[in-house]
Nanobody
């Protein structure tokens, strides 16, 4: 079992950048594909970005392509989400999640372990 803790959220203005971190404990992250998801009030949790266990393959949700970058440092047991050119519609609670599946998935139900989330608020 792995425990995940997100950090780095906050209140920023439109156009600013933030970097979220997800630190893992309990098991090495290299075992898992990792994903970032977000959930805004009244909306379903949506896929933001995912990265394969070896770091060589990534996937992004349409809303963030070209602005967000996912990366991982397996030696530090940490996954990152660099968010640039933030927009008010990026406001949400951001969660990282771990999946032991064979393929990198954008589906919420495929991920076995979740962090508690970190709030990102982008003002206009």
């Amino acid at each position: 079992q792995v425990q995940l803790v997100e950090s780095g959220g906050g209140l920023v203005q439109a156009g600013d950048s933030l970097r979220l971190s997800c630190a893992a404990s309990g098991r090495t992250l290299r075992t898992y594909n990792m994903g970032w998801f977000r959930q805004a009030p009244g909306k379903e949790r949506e896929f933001v970005a995912g990265i394969y266990r070896d770091g060589n393959s990534m996937d992004y949700g349409e809303a963030v392509k070209g602005r967000f970058t996912i990366s991982r440092d397996n030696a530090r047991n940490t996954v990152y989400l660099q968010m640039n050119s933030l927009k008010p519609e990026d406001t949400a609670v951001y969660y990282c999640a771990a999946d032991m599946g064979i393929v990198l998935s954008p589906r919420v139900g495929e991920y076995e372990y979740w962090g508690q989330g970190t709030q990102v608020t982008v003002s206009s």
